[in-house]
């Protein structure tokens, strides 16, 4: 089960691209905490803090508490919006939930013993991930971390279907679970003389562009010396 996370918030008093600028440069993100049949709160949170949270891998399936003025709300985290240049966190999008709420959240997915597995060790095949998350309906206190799949036994060829993962108590997926596919065990790649003799000449194609480039340059500054 995923750890309750816990953030600190002050109400934003100001909306409109200028404050939210403003609340930035002083280290501080945009937020809204919005539904629960409740009127939507702007508020702020330390960009540190948040990072710190963002970082632990799980902000997304996570109950989360934020403290709003000493005023504790549970949520979930909707959506967070991160600067294309810098990668910050900019906004975020807080849902509230009731204590005992039912909520649908994407799980992510962990493979372990690919050693037991014959097609991966012994006969070098190679582990195919068709989904990375499962999207589970499951109460919001009981919403796991991970969704373990167990690849002992599994030969080349072999497709993991959802039907096969065994799911947290009390989870459901609104997916067909005969049809879905988690993962599958495909056959090693085998370079054939022609794809050895195609990136044989990529590289001397490569190398050739590089001494060009190098000859180009070498070229500049002797005429940047000779001007100067």
């Known amino acids: 089960m995923s750890d309750t996370l816990h953030l600190s918030a002050e109400t934003r008093d100001r909306a409109g691209k200028g404050a939210s600028r403003a609340l930035r440069r002083d280290g501080r993100v945009p937020a809204v905490i919005y539904g629960n049949k409740q009127d939507p709160e702007s ?35 909707k959506d967070v919006a991160f600067d294309v240049v810098t990668d910050q966190p900019i906004h975020v999008d807080f849902l509230r939930i009731a204590k005992n709420a039912t909520v ?4 992510p997915v962990v493979f372990t013993n690919e050693d037991d597995a014959p097609g991966i060790k012994r ?17 919001a206190s009981n919403i796991p971390t ?3 799949v ?19 108590n009390g989870a459901e997926t609104a997916a067909d679970a005969e049809t879905v596919t988690v993962a599958t065990i495909t056959q090693p790649t085998v370079l054939t003389a022609e ?16 001494e060009a480039d190098a000859a180009a340059e070498e070229e500049a500054e002797g005429e940047d010396k000779a001007e100067g």
């Open 43 to 77: 508020i702020h949170l330390n960009a540190r803090e948040l990072m710190k949270q963002l970082m632990t891998g799980h902000f997304m399936n996570s109950v989360i508490m934020v403290d709003v003025g000493g005023k504790k709300v549970r949520t979930l985290a």
């Open 104 to 107: 649908t959240v994407a799980v």
């Open 123 to 139: 006969d070098g095949g190679v582990l195919n991930v068709v989904a990375h998350e499962i999207e589970l309906t499951v109460e």
């Open 146 to 148: 991970e969704i373990v």
């Open 150 to 168: 167990d690849l002992t036994g599994r030969e080349v060829g072999d497709s993991i279907h959802l039907s096969d993962v065994k799911l947290p």
């Open 195 to 210: 794809d050895e003799a195609l990136d044989a000449e990529v590289a001397e194609a490569q190398a050739a562009e590089a």
